[in-house]
T-cell receptor, first 114, second 113 residues
């Protein structure tokens, strides 16, 4: 596609439920990243996929968080047993191996845990 | 440990004047720096970048300055326009080993008429 697409754009879920967030990167982009932005805070790195290499999961805050990527296409971020502190905007980005322009971000999924 | 810091959460500037946004980093191994702009309900968009081998990069109204000895970079916007009102994030990486960007906490710029 022309840009990075994320769905849903908004998600309200009850505490304790599982949620799945989806990211469609730009076609041909080998790298895919997940970040989150909690209210009033900066962009927090979560996980990074690069081609067939093992993903860099160093930013995942707990074992309730996991992410998968199928080849060089769609990625899903799963949060199990959601907590109120998981409420944030979850941003996905993709890039070629490297460009001087960094990444292209999607518009994000706003997750609210009630 | 916050490796990239933007100590000013907000900045207000009159239209036509210069906006200066600052960013400090702690990791001397960072070798590439970027600025992103973010409007509400949108993802961040790339604005300008600079390699550690340079101390200045200019693109139209936007100039980024890098002071490696001080571990400090700044973004200058001249002249500022109302459409520049957004949150600005600086980011850094060590390109030789990763493409992962470390972002600062952002500075909200408001340009008023």
């Amino acid at each position: 596609g022309a840009g990075v697409s994320q769905s849903p754009s908004n998600k309200v879920t009850e505490k304790g439920k599982d949620v799945e967030l989806r990211c469609d990167p730009i076609s041909g982009h080998t790298a895919l990243y997940w970040y989150r932005q909690r209210l009033g805070q900066g962009l927090e790195f979560l996980i990074y996929f690069q081609g067939n290499s093992a993903p860099d999961k160093s930013g995942l805050p707990s074992d309730r968080f996991s992410a998968e990527r199928t080849g060089e296409s769609v990625s899903t971020l799963t949060i199990q047993r959601t907590q109120q502190e998981d409420s944030a905007v979850y941003l996905c980005a993709s890039s070629l191996v490297w460009t001087e322009y960094g990444y292209t971000f999607g518009s994000g999924t706003r997750l609210t845990v009630v | 440990d916050q490796q990239v810091k933007q100590n000013s959460p907000s900045l207000s500037v009159q239209e036509g004047r210069i906006s200066i946004l600052n960013c400090d980093y702690t990791n001397s191994m960072f070798d590439y720096f970027l600025w992103y702009k973010k409007y509400p309900a949108e993802g961040p968009t790339f604005l300008i970048s600079i390699s550690s081998i340079k101390d200045k990069n200019e693109d139209g109204r936007f100039t980024v300055f890098l002071n490696k000895s001080a571990k400090h970079l700044s973004l200058h916007i001249v002249p500022s326009q109302p459409g520049d009102s957004a949150v600005y994030f600086c980011a850094a990486t060590r390109r030789v080993i990763t493409d992962k960007l470390i972002f600062g906490t952002g500075t909200r710029l408001q340009v008023f008429p």
